[in-house]
């Protein structure tokens, strides 16, 4: 079955520092992968999408790539900053042809940005 | 912003009792989902819910959950007999579909779920 890894729990760095979270995959690449950010307590917000033709997605200070061949996504944050501090997960579709399919997580990276 | 909105935000429960999460999905969504999350774990897939007929449940759906739209604005998910491990936070989320592929689900803030 797909699974999907998030390498580090916690990732702590110091504000105005890039933040760079891993996700990767096993078995087959997902047409689409996305990216959110869950707050404590808080259902997860989507932050973006990419689809596996596109090698990188930018929005603001957020920027997603997606290598299919190494099955691996980066997420960046640019000048980082405490409001940032947050878990940040990866999630693909299962069984998208046709349908909608579900969205399956990581487990998460906790990113905590100090001032 | 349109958003999807949970009730109650907390409910206790004890074992072998039956609980109702209810909520409101964004008025023009046609998916519905709902995903658990057991504190410090990840966030899981339970069931979706497509023209008031489930579309894909997992493993963890068993005979125990139902889900139902009684009407036009509401989605609840029914646990008939709860045991210690239905501990979670219960989070409903839904999609406004596109002919273009899966659209990012939004998230209500959850029905965190303790049972005694």
């Known amino acids: 079955s797909q699974k999907i890894e998030q390498n580090s729990e916690a990732l702590n760095i110091q504000e105005g520092k890039t933040a760079t979270l891993t996700c990767n995959y096993t078995?087959?690449?997902?047409?689409?992968l996305q990216w959110y950010r869950q707050d404590p307590g808080r259902g997860p917000v989507f932050l973006l999408l990419i689809r596996e033709n596109e090698k990188e997605k930018r929005k603001e200070r957020l920027k997603v790539t997606f290598d299919t061949t190494l099955k691996q996504s980066l997420f960046h944050i640019t000048a980082s900053q405490p409001a940032d501090s947050a878990t940040y997960l990866c999630?693909?579709?299962?069984?998208?042809?046709?349908?909608?399919?579900?969205?399956?997580f990581g487990k998460g990276t906790k990113l905590s940005v100090k001032p | 912003e349109p958003e999807v909105t949970q009730t109650p935000s907390h409910q206790v429960t004890q074992m072998g009792q039956e609980v109702i999460l209810r909520c409101v999905p964004i008025s023009n969504h046609l998916y519905f989902y709902w995903y658990r999350q057991i504190l410090g774990q990840k966030v899981e897939f339970l069931v979706s819910f497509y023209n008031n007929e489930i579309s894909e449940k997992s493993e963890i759906f068993d005979d125990q959950f139902s889900v139902e739209r009684p009407d036009g604005s509401n989605f609840t998910l029914k646990i008939r007999s709860t045991k210690l491990e239905d501990s979670a936070m219960y989070f409903c989320a839904s999609i406004q579909a596109t002919v273009r592929g899966p659209s990012p689900l939004h998230f209500g803030n959850g029905t965190r779920l303790t049972v005694t």
């Open positions: 078995n087959y690449s997902p047409a689409y």
């Open positions: 999630a693909l579709f299962m069984n998208y042809g046709g349908s909608q399919g579900n969205l399956i």
